[in-house]
Nanobody
Framework: QVHLVESGGGLAQPGGSLTLSCAASGFTSDIYGNGWFRQAPGKEREAVLCISSSDGKTHAADSVKDRFTISRDNVKNTLYLQMYNLKSEDTAVYYC????????????????WGQGTQVTVSS
């Protein structure tokens, strides 16, 4: 099956920026990888940004609106998350995923998940 392989996580300072990448590993002719989620310690996994496969519209959580940007390179089959003006509250394991967008009526099992990559925002 297709696997999502993430990269770009690490340490950033508050107010700094970081870009995550998620590449599809394994053969597929379909669009794979259309959303980013995150999970902080002791917290439930939450949606961050996603691109609807039906109409191409972007949906963002209020906590990251105007700070994070999602994009996709269909030639490279790679999903990107550009994060700006990072805050300590953004510290979490970030997951790329394939599934429903928007997420309002979705559950975790509706998605195919990457392995997750740690993002730590600290001075």
């Amino acid at each position: 099956q297709v696997h999502l392989v993430e990269s770009g996580g690490g340490l950033a300072q508050p107010g700094g920026s970081l870009t995550l990448s998620c590449a599809a590993s394994g053969f597929t002719s379909d669009i794979y990888g259309n959303g980013w989620f995150r999970q902080a310690p002791g917290k439930e996994r939450e949606a961050v940004l996603c691109i609807s496969s039906s109409d191409g519209k972007t949906h963002a959580a209020d906590s990251v609106k105007d700070r994070f940007t999602i994009s996709r390179d269909n030639v490279k089959n790679t999903l990107y998350l550009q994060m700006y003006n990072l805050k300590s509250e953004d510290t979490a394991v970030y997951y790329c995923a394939t599934g429903p967008c928007p997420w309002y009526t979705a559950v975790l099992k509706d998605y195919d998940w990457g392995q997750g990559t740690q993002v730590t925002v600290s001075s």
